[in-house]
């Protein structure tokens, strides 16, 4: 009894391990940029309001302004806010 291997469990268990693994790859694929979003395209009002809620660190404020004005979604709105955040305060030193 000791030498036998359980089959079933090594299938499951690959399996189990393959699932997860291409899970994992499938959300890494979802952190692409999204396309180009011209920060131009906003209205001069909105563009003010951003960069002043982006100065008081209320990203979220930043991110529902951006949402209502250009229709994105909130993962693309997250990711142009984060990106403007940091354009305006330079590079991490």
């Known amino acids: 009894m000791m030498g036998e291997i359980d089959w079933s469990f090594v299938i499951w268990t690959a399996a189990v391990f393959l699932s ?8 890494r694929a979802d952190l692409a940029p ?18 002043d ?3 008081r660190n209320a990203k979220i404020e930043a991110i529902r302004l951006l949402r209502e004005d250009s229709g994105l979604g909130l993962k693309d709105s997250k990711y142009v806010i984060d990106h403007w955040d940091q354009s305006q305060r ?4």
């Open 20 to 27: 997860g693994f291409l899970l994992g790859r499938r959300k």
């Open 90 to 93: 330079g590079p991490v030193r």
């Open 53 to 55: 809620a982006l100065k």
């Open 34 to 51: 999204p396309p180009d979003f011209d920060i131009g395209s906003l209205s001069p009002a909105v563009r003010v309001q951003i960069e």
